[in-house]
């Protein structure tokens, strides 16, 4: 389970039982440990069983995980998600939370970036293979891929974070997400559950979207020496090329995005 998933689904639990499961939420994220891997299935599970109104069984299960993380103590250290870093320099900033998106596209190689202004990063790569549940929009949906690889980098996306497009029709999706038109997707794009019946990308993001009205998506103009969209397009230019070449993408996306972000630290300050 996702931790914008688990989120989401913690609706399901009165509140005793909501504010216990929340306070173990470090541990739904992927782990090499095995004693917090059980904490998260054990979780997992109790959600299930809220779901079908089994509350009972929930609160056994949330009992067991709790328990075993008390013997545990501590949260294990996540494990890599490649494409993912953070410059730490920024990591404490008090400045109000500003976050910049993009994806780009050239022959059947797509890529999509964002960085944040706290110094967290991303980009990934991609390749269609023969049956691509993209459709026709494929530059609007890594678009909205790109929002969505930036807000699950958080358990839950900071309160009255800012996220620059330079997508407009991607921005009127994000828009119509948040005013309850969840059911509204780009032409073309398969809904149908992906392996292991998750659900398809944008249906995740625009039901994350629509449960965040303080989250605000505003349009920035591309290539217009914005450092942050830069920084993004940048990355996920980067990540475009890195299907066809071979170069140390990671030490290249994090020198790029603290220099980027030196300079947008550097205007704020000015």
């Not at 509140?15 to 739904?28: C, E, G, N, S, T």
């Not at 103590?73 to 400045?95: I, K």
């Not at 596209?105 to 999509?112: L, M, P, S």
Request: with cysteine.
């Amino acid at each position: 389970m996702r931790p914008d998933e688990f989120v989401r689904a913690l609706h399901l639990l009165p509140a005793p039982l909501h504010d216990r499961a929340l306070a173990l939420r470090a541990y739904v994220k992927p782990r090499r440990c095995e004693t917090c891997q059980a904490i998260a299935d054990a979780l997992r599970v109790a959600l299930t069983a809220a779901h079908y109104e089994e509350l009972g069984s929930a609160a056994q299960l949330i009992d067991t995980a709790a328990q075993l993380a008390t013997r545990h103590h501590l949260a294990c250290r996540p494990a890599h998600e490649p494409g993912r870093g953070q410059v730490r320099r920024w990591a404490d900033t008090s400045a109000p939370l500003i976050a910049a998106t993009d994806a780009s596209w050239k022959g059947r190689a797509g890529g999509i970036g964002y960085v944040t202004s706290d110094g967290r990063y991303g980009l990934r790569s991609r390749r269609p293979g023969r049956v691509d549940p993209t459709g026709c929009s494929r530059v609007l949906v890594s678009e909205l891929r790109a929002v969505e690889f930036l807000l699950t980098a958080y358990d839950t996306p900071p309160v009255g974070m800012m996220v620059l497009v330079d997508s407009r029709p991607a921005l009127n999706y994000l828009h119509r997400w948040q005013d309850g038109e969840s059911g509204a997707m780009p032409a073309g794009y398969d809904l149908r559950p992906r392996h292991n019946g998750i659900k398809p990308t944008l249906v995740r993001l625009a039901d994350l979207v629509g449960a965040r009205p303080d989250v605000t998506f505003a349009h920035v103009k591309a290539h217009a020496h914005h450092a942050l969209n830069e920084a993004a397009d940048s990355l996920a230019h980067m990540a475009r090329r890195r299907v066809d070449e071979s170069f140390d993408v990671q030490a290249r996306a994090h020198a790029l995005v603290e220099a980027f972000l030196r300079e947008w630290h550097v205007a704020l300050a000015a």
